[in-house]
């Protein structure tokens, strides 16, 4: 008996594929009953919120009809203003489609999201939603019926938002947006990402939601609600016992958290789709690969990448406002985010933004000191490419950009960014790089500059070797210093611009 367990049972003499199958069998046998125990657990916590839920499904109309005329306009107000912070039309207007119907395709790793209709109408929309419901989709992430809503929501972020500011936002979607028939369409998703439990599942290890916390700002998951509050007088007074600068970088992280969703995609993800880092951390802003849409979101604390700490604080707020620089403009994604956004955020919430932003403390990440290093050593030998490049770019870009790639300005305004200095252009991640050669683009069209010129598109005039000369001349010449760009390089992304 002894040697038959000893035989069989004796781990020194199993063969590793045996171990490892082994002990892939109760790692598996662990998660399924850790999954089966949070199910129930979430099953349970969304029963009686339902009940709620149901209970106060009329509260928000009676309160909108017991408030005074002007105290109700200037909620609706407010909730629009919110909801250009939080860009909320970006993901629920579909193009072509009615304000706020949803309908947008949001392609994911995992399969393909359908957003919601969040127009007040009663059948399709969240018209018989209350208040209580909405704050809890913001708060955190589920539907009215208390059914779990998938991340590509990104309540993440949204969860940082205080409760008089989900009211306000609540009160512009019931009374400030027209009610449309549009039918929720449903999520096309692989199982098991279609389930709740893998929802659930997912929730445990990535998500916490936010408490709002008067006292105790310094806590990890709270909001600060005194920086939530200015937005309502939008005036924005420092309160008692904080002074600007400080109260400015409370209202920065507030919004840059919360409504702004920077870190939506600024923040590297795992492979389960979720910020690295805690949900709760400055770090999450260390840039990222935008699944699915072949755009690097650099680093907003890298200074080689998208970090802002050492530019003049009016410039952060012109590229936020205008998007457009004299080093930097706003491309792709970005430019997105500028033109239904921050564009049109105050000037104290930009400061404020620019403020915070500039007080997180800086990491070199995405080795750009490798980079550094590489460069310098290869300093005193042009790149192989580079007078080719030179040729290519006289031909075909020096009419707009500059011969010395100084931008061009046009009444004094920056029409064109310069591209010597440039981060964009000398980025250890080619990937915006190639792509805006390839596709072209337009910086977002804003008050700030309304008429933006346009970047053509190259892919059909330069082959692949003409794209990465060229873009190896701009990345060493004026005084840049990065890497060459191979012909490799460009084709691996040509494939996904052609698509
Ligand atoms: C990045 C895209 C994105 C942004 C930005 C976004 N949403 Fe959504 N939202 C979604 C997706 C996707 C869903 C559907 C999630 C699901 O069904 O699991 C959703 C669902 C919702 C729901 C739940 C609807 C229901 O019927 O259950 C509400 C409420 C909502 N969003 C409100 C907002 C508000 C308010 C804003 C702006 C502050 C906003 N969303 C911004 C993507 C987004
Ligand atoms: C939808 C995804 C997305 C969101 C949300 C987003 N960004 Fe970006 N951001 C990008 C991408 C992609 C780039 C790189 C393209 C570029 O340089 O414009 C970028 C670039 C930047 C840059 C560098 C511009 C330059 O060339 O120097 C700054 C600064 C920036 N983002 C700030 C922000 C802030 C602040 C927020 C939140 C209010 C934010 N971003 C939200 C995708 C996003
Ligand atoms: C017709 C004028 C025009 C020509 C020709 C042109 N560009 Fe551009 N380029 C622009 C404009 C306008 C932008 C700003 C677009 C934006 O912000 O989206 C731009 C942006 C860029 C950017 C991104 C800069 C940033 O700050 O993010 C790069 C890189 C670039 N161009 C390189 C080139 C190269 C290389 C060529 C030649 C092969 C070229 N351009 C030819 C007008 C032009």
């Known amino acids: ?53 149901v209970n106060t499904v009329t509260v928000g109309v009676k309160q909108g009809q017991n408030d005074a005329i002007g105290q109700n306009d200037l909620r609706v107000q407010r909730g629009a203003y919110l909801a250009k912070v939080g860009n909320c039309a970006a993901c629920h207007t579909a193009r072509g489609g009615a304000a706020f119907a949803g309908g947008k395709v949001i392609s994911t790793p995992f399969g393909t999201v359908y957003t919601s209709n969040i127009t007040p109408d009663a059948a399709t929309g969240i018209g018989k939603w209350s208040a209580d419901a909405f704050y809890r989709a913001m708060n955190e992430g589920r539907s009215a019926d208390g059914h779990l809503l998938t991340p590509a929501f990104p309540y993440p972020n949204y969860t940082h938002v205080t409760r ?7 009160s512009y979607f019931m009374r400030g947006v027209a009610p449309v028939a549009q039918a929720n369409k449903s999520h096309d998703l692989p199982f098991p990402f279609n389930t709740q439990l893998a929802l659930a599942f997912w929730r445990s290890l990535f998500f916490e939601k936010a408490v709002e916390n008067n ?10 609600i005194i920086a939530a509050q200015a937005v309502n007088t939008q005036a924005s007074a420092p309160n008692e016992g904080l002074k600007r600068d400080n109260f400015d970088i409370q209202r920065g992280a507030y919004l840059v958290r919360g409504l702004g969703h920077c870190s939506a995609c600024h923040a590297e993800r795992n492979a389960l789709g979720a910020s690295v880092n805690n949900q709760f951390s400055d770090k ?12 690097y979101a650099p680093s907003l604390v890298d200074p080689a990448e998208a970090g802002v700490a050492h530019l003049p604080r009016q410039d952060v707020v012109a590229l936020l406002k205008t998007g457009i620089a004299p080093n930097a403009s706003m491309l792709g994604p970005m430019a997105e985010v500028v033109a239904g956004s921050t564009q049109f955020w105050t000037d104290a919430d930009l400061t404020a933004t620019a403020a915070y932003l500039q007080s997180l403390p800086q990491a070199f990440a995405h ?8 460069s310098t050593s290869s300093g005193k030998s042009k790149p192989v490419l580079f007078e080719k490049g030179a040729e290519l770019f006289t031909q075909h870009c020096a009419t707009c950009h500059g011969e010395q790639g100084q931008g061009m300005r046009v009444e004094g305004n920056v029409a064109l960014p310069a591209l010597a200095g440039n981060r964009a ?70 494939r996904g611009v052609m698509q």
Not at 164 to 170: E, P, Q, T, W
Not at 215 to 224: G, Q, R
Not at 284 to 295: N, Q, V
Not at 486 to 494: S, W
């Open 215 to 224: 006292a105790n700002l310094d806590v990890k998951n709270t909001i600060n």
């Open 367 to 374: 080795d750009s000191t490798k980079n550094a290093t590489k």
């Open 1 to 53: 008996m002894r040697t038959f367990w000893s035989r069989w049972c004796g781990w020194s003499r199993w063969t590793p594929v045996r171990r490892i199958f082994v002990g892939l069998a109760a790692f598996l046998a662990l998660l399924f009953a850790m999954a089966c125990g949070l199910l129930l657990r979430e099953m349970y916590a969304a029963d009686l919120i339902t009940i709620q839920a």
């Open 164 to 170: 008089a500011d989900s009211d306000d936002l609540y």
């Open 425 to 494: 252009i000398t980025l250890s991640n080619t990937t915006n790089l190639v792509r805006i050669l390839l596709a072209g683009g337009y910086a977002p069209s804003t008050v700030g500059n309304p008429r933006p010129f346009g970047m053509p598109p190259f892919a059909h005039v330069l082959n692949d070797e003409d794209i990465a000369a060229v873009t190896t001349y701009i990345r060493s010449a004026w005084g840049n210093q990065a890497d060459s760009v191979t012909a490799a390089d460009v084709v691996r992304q040509r």
């Open 284 to 295: 999450l802003l260390g840039g990222a690969l935008m699944p699915m849409r072949d755009w």
